[in-house]
């Protein structure tokens, strides 16, 4: 039986944002500063999602907590007003989150970014008018915990029944499994297929272009976001 899906919850980086280059360049250029090796980029593009803490604890378990509080001021600092690595917006994200606006009372955010990281890219590409509701990495414990998709379902008190998270990597899924709430993964991330599909997603799209046909399937409401 199809569910109406009365809430969509995106992941920001790799999902809306093409950003992968920006984050692994900007991840290199702090190894650098701090004097620990650089990583293949594959391996620097495979914690995307992650708390920054959590992810420089992945990339580098060798290092030192100084060395690890350094890596993560670096990265900071480069990402946010060094770094020429152009972001940019996935083919089709500004018309299907319109479209989407109509047919889905909720959309909203969680992301591995910090809430200074989502307000600024919201405010850059004009997205937030889009998303009500967002839940950041430093207000919660880092995917795959399940508490940020917790915490966006109980504010607008949808169930997760009725949810959907669209991700690119595992952690997003895993979140999604952990809550209980159904999902759906992109291809065009920082994951591989496989490693989705591992998360027993509902299916894997190749473009977001996709997704409206994909939850009008499913039962989309017809209610739309007020205001």
Do not use: N
Not at 1 to 24: C, K, N, P, Y
Not at 28 to 54: F, N, T
Not at 112 to 128: C, I, Q, S
Not at 193 to 218: R, W
Request: a negative charge; one cysteine or more.
């Amino acid at each position: 039986m199809r569910q109406a899906v009365e809430l969509i919850v995106f992941d920001w980086d790799g999902t809306l944002m093409d950003s992968a280059a920006r984050i692994a360049s900007s991840l290199a250029v702090a190894a650098s500063r701090v004097g620990l090796p650089r990583l293949p980029d594959a391996r620097l593009r495979g914690i995307i999602g992650l708390r920054l803490d959590e992810a420089m604890a992945e990339l580098y378990p060798q290092a030192t907590l100084a060395q690890k509080q350094a890596l993560v001021r670096a990265y900071r600092q480069y990402f946010m007003h060094e770094c020429e690595e152009e972001e940019r917006l996935f083919e089709g994200v500004e018309q299907v989150l319109d479209c989407l606006s109509r047919s889905v009372p909720w959309l909203a955010v969680a992301t591995g970014k910090t809430r200074v990281g989502l307000d600024r890219a919201l405010r850059t590409t004009g997205l937030g008018r889009h998303f009500p509701v967002t839940r950041c990495a430093d207000e919660a414990p880092s995917k795959p915990h399940p508490q940020m998709l917790q915490d966006i379902m109980r504010s607008v008190a949808v169930k997760p029944v009725a949810t959907l998270m669209v991700g690119d990597t595992e952690f997003d899924l895993a979140m999604a499994r952990q809550a209980g709430v159904r999902s759906v993964g992109v291809t065009y991330g920082v994951h591989s297929g496989s490693q989705l599909l591992a998360h027993e997603p509902l299916c894997l799209i190749d473009t977001i272009l996709q997704l409206p046909a994909l939850v009008e399937q499913l039962g989309s409401s017809a209610q739309g976001q007020t205001g």
